[in-house]
């Protein structure tokens, strides 16, 4: 195929889902469902999401393994662990429809692990009162792709029962990558636009509504979890059609990733394995994380290594251990370990479970742990600790996007999953991302329907001159014969948001990271890509590569902005939370191709939301000001 050819291949749809995890095949499920043609773009293999690689669980408070727990807990335990950033509506709809979506994937098939007598069984995790996690072994993301995928393919079923066409109504389009949504005259979304990544065809989809479900960002950092998808794409083309992310800077270093062996390095050691009595220790064989605790959580965390031990068998009169801290915490106390020269040869520390547990209960709990690390890097988890530390994981910040309708403020462009912005505050728990998935990919599948409702009819047509911009964008890096290759500058950039805007950040250093990334963007201008455009991967880096600069920079710009720590954003010349600080949200546009930034004020917490805490929590948080409506707000004007 010769790389001038712009034959377009073009379908309509009522309804576009970019991304085939669990937000992107919930959200087409619910769009279907309401009687919509729609489509769902993979930028891989149809069931090889990302979402495979979440191994712990789905969080939902079903009450299954201690009855003591119900929505309300949820939504303190996710407010704490987003040190109270998060959007309180969005974490009250999660709480509060987690359970639901949990049994509705049952429902559709999904073998969770069960309880003794037949529930659900439900597994501890770090920052989560109660055990709370509905999971399969170690391997809940691949149960819940296969259950969602096949609930696509029993819905073709039936409409090709109905229509004699089993992608009448909805249809996977694997291997698709799209490089720009378009809109109409008025501003409204109308298609988007992209290639078929083995032919190089360009293709444009026709449609009112598109949800993005395209997961994070972590190809933008050196030392990642994630999968090749995750380049930002979908926080890139909100940028581009002109909707806006937030609270960028929140990017979630999980604490145990491996390290070593070099084969196995940043592949992520789900948090499952400390639930079930995995232990940190550093080079002295130390179990540091009592060292860790912080104010703000340290009457929920065990003291000593005695009532850490008894929590397992006996939560209700012990309390639980330190390493099942939230995310945050656990990885910057291994940071601050490595940093005292208290790491491992390889710069982590040790993750023990071989000394814990016995082979039996590792090979139930764990298998596909220890199968994934005997098979890569023979490492056998039943027998020698494991030499982890933190990589890049999740990110927080995304789309900002209505609380019950997952609308961002582009009309008809929906967003759910990690892509959107607000539901995890500055820090995700474990566990309440396979929930978000389910909770949003659904509320977004809705959105998009009663959208398409308010239209009446009237469809928003594709502007040319945008198709004919979008088209000339591609093929751009094939005119140039001496331009520079995307991987040199992919590694670069990498490297530089590793070293520079990475767990721990400072003021010049993330100075000197968005000067580089100003040097990085005009070499991307002069991105040269030999051969055509089929099965050509350095194009295929060229695409993402524009995306991946967008989102480093609204990261580090976010990073410098926000003087304080604070979950997944810790500023050395800045130590300690703001309560100023924690009533701001920074929101980033486009104004023609520079970003822009604006403070936007948090929503307020509801007072009933607000009652469901003690005050004196509140205050390490809050200012006075908006504790002024909580029930024992007499209490905080006498001083007590």
């Known amino acids: 195929m010769a790389t001038n050819d712009t034959e377009i291949e073009r379908y309509s749809y009522d309804v576009v889902v970019i991304g085939a995890g669990g937000s992107g095949l919930r959200a087409a499920i619910e769009a279907r469902a309401r009687g919509l043609k729609t489509a769902i773009i993979s930028k891989s293999l149809f069931g090889k999401a990302h979402t495979v690689m979440a191994e712990g669980g ?62 659900i069984s439900q597994r501890n995790f770090g920052g989560h009162e109660y055990p709370r996690l509905a999971h399969v072994g170690d ?91 995750y380049s930002g794409d979908g926080h890139a083309l909100a940028l581009l059609a002109g909707a806006k992310l937030m609270n960028m800077e929140f990017v979630q270093f999980h604490p145990t990733g491996m390290v070593w062996p070099l084969s196995v390095k940043g592949l992520l050691v789900t948090e499952s394995v400390r639930g079930d009595g995995g232990i940190l220790k550093n080079s002295d064989g130390k179990r540091f994380m009592f060292n860790y605790v912080p104010d703000v959580f340290r009457a929920q965390y065990a003291e000593t290594e005695e009532e850490a031990d008894r929590w397992y068998t006996d939560p209700d009169h012990n309390r639980r251990p330190p390493e099942l801290l939230p995310r945050d915490e656990v990885a910057r106390s291994i940071n601050s370990e490595v940093k005292a020269g208290r790491g491992t040869p390889h710069g982590g520390v040790y993750l023990d479970i071989a000394s ?135 590694a670069e950039l990498q490297q530089t948001m590793n070293d520079l805007v990475g767990i721990i950040r400072r003021e010049q250093e993330v100075k000197d990271a968005l000067a580089a990334l100003e040097k990085f963007k005009e070499r991307a201008k002069t991105l040269a890509v030999p051969g055509e455009r089929a099965y050509n991967p350095g194009w295929h880096y060229a695409q993402d590569l524009r995306n991946m600069l967008l989102v480093a920079e609204c990261v580090a710009m976010a990073a410098l902005e926000r003087e304080e720590s604070r979950g997944g954003h810790t500023r050395e010349d800045y130590p300690v939370m703001s309560p100023e600080w924690r009533k701001v949200n920074l929101i980033l546009a486009l104004d023609g191709d520079k970003i822009e930034m604006v403070h936007q004020p948090l929503p307020t917490v509801r007072e009933d939301l607000l009652d469901l805490f003690e005050i004196s929590e509140l205050k390490k948080y809050m200012t006075k000001e908006e504790l002024a409506g909580h029930r024992q707000a007499t209490e905080l004007e006498e001083g007590h």
């Open 58 to 119: 789905a969080a939902a408070a079903m009450g299954n393994a201690n009855p003591n727990d119900n929505w309300m807990v949820h939504f303190r335990d996710t407010m704490r662990g987003g040190k109270f950033l998060n959007n309180p509506r969005m974490a009250e709809l999660h709480a509060k429809e987690a359970p639901d979506r949990v049994w509705e994937l049952e429902a559709w098939g999904a073998i969770f692990d069960r309880t003794k007598d037949g529930k």
């Open 139 to 229: 391997r809940t993301g691949l149960e819940m792709i296969r259950t969602l995928q096949q609930r696509v393919v029993a819905l073709q079923q039936a409409d090709s029962y109905e229509f004699v066409d089993p992608e009448a109504r909805i249809r996977v389009f694997a291997e698709t990558t799209i490089t720009r949504l378009l809109k109409s005259e008025d501003g409204r979304i109308s298609g988007a636009f992209g290639y078929i990544r083995d032919t190089g065809k360009f293709v444009l989809f026709e449609a009112a509504a598109v949800v993005l479900a395209t997961g994070g960002i972590g190809r933008t950092f050196k030392v990642t979890s994630n999968s090749w998808e």
């Open 356 to 490: 814990r547990r016995s082979p039996e209960y590792i090979l139930t709990r764990l298998p596909s742990m220890h199968h994934q690390f005997k098979e890569l890097a023979d490492v056998d988890i039943t027998k020698e600790p494991m030499e982890i530390g933190p990589t890049c994981h999740y990110v927080m910040g995304g789309v900002e996007v209505d609380p019950d309708t997952a609308a961002s403020s582009v009309p008809g462009l929906f967003a759910a999953g990690e892509v959107s912005g607000g539901m995890h505050g500055s820090n995700r728990l474990g566990g309440n991302s396979l929930s978000d998935l389910l909770v949003f990919g659904k509320r977004a599948g809705d959105g998009a329907a009663d959208y398409l409702e308010s239209l009446n009819g009237s469809m928003p047509v594709v502007v040319q001159a945008e198709l004919d911009a979008a088209v000339e964008e591609a093929l751009a890096p094939f005119s140039r014969t001496d331009g520079e290759s995307p991987y040199a500058v992919h």
